[in-house]
């Protein structure tokens, strides 16, 4: 009999132990970038969806440009600590005869230089200040999570303050974001901030990080029992990177944050499914606009319809500056 139960607490310890390490392993890949950074975007990029929702499968003289330019330009590092301690990177840079000060905020595992590559250019050109951040764990900002806007909102919220404690002039601020970085904007709207800001700007920002998991998990690797991963994956992220699934997530913000909000999604978007932009939109109590481009895909609506996006853009400036 003792050589029974033996044997069934070793199953049922092995079979814990698979089911955990499979959680890990995803775990790893979603939410760690420190440790190996590089191999594991260059793994990460290999993906199917992912390539072609980049502005480089249909734009890459376009994308090469900005990014070179960007490069180009003498920007001022900043420095401040994040409200868990990490040390926080950003670049920014001044415009002649600025009328506002642009906060912009780049997506999973991305960069201020890639993400904004193609509409920095124009937005410095027409009068305003860049402050390109590097998210925590990426680029020279410290941390070893991304935590898909649960602790990146308090980021954004500690750069706006960043801002406006230097913005002797008064100028208008706006916060921008693409991807997860639009999805931790809309979330810093529901944070206080400072009376400089006046407007947000959403390019393909999801909803939660639990639906965008969700959505992932399903349609890029086919994975069954979703929730059993999800409930992993919960778990992790809790005991080693310090926030649940649920701080991540738009919802609260919307029904709260009264700032004009400019959305933006590609309809053909396969990253970050263009129902996420509807689903922000329904909730947004604040004045609204929605801008969907047929044929763009992930963040590619500045590339595939530029004049309408700069327009719409200026036009978002304009309204809220001439009340």
Known sequence: MKDKVIKILSAVCAVSAVFMASGWSFFKMIVCCKDNKRLIKKKWFELSHTKVNHPRYKFEREYEEGKAWCRQQHMRDCYLRSADGLKLHASYLPARQARRIVLLSHGY???????????????????????????????????????????????????????????????????????????????ASGQSLPQEVKGLIADCGFRSMKGQVEDMAANWFHLHWVGLLLLRLDLFCALFAGFRMRDADTSRAMKTNRRPVLFFHGAKDTYVDPGNSLYNYSLCRAPKELVVIPEARHLCSAYEEPKLYQEKIMEFFEKIENK
Not at 111 to 127: K, V
Request: contains cysteine; hydrophobic residues 35%; charged residues 20%.
């Open 109 to 187: 595992k991305g960069s201020g230089f890639g993400d904004f590559a193609y509409i920095s250019r124009f937005l410095h050109e027409n009068h305003c200040d860049l402050l390109f951040i590097d998210q925590r764990c990426c680029g020279e900002s410290g941390g070893e999570y991304i935590t898909f806007g649960a602790m990146e909102q308090y980021d954004v919220q500690k750069w706006a303050h960043y801002l406006a404690k230097r913005n002797q002039r008064k100028l208008p601020i706006y916060l921008y974001g693409e991807s997860m970085g639009a999805a931790s904007v809309l979330m």
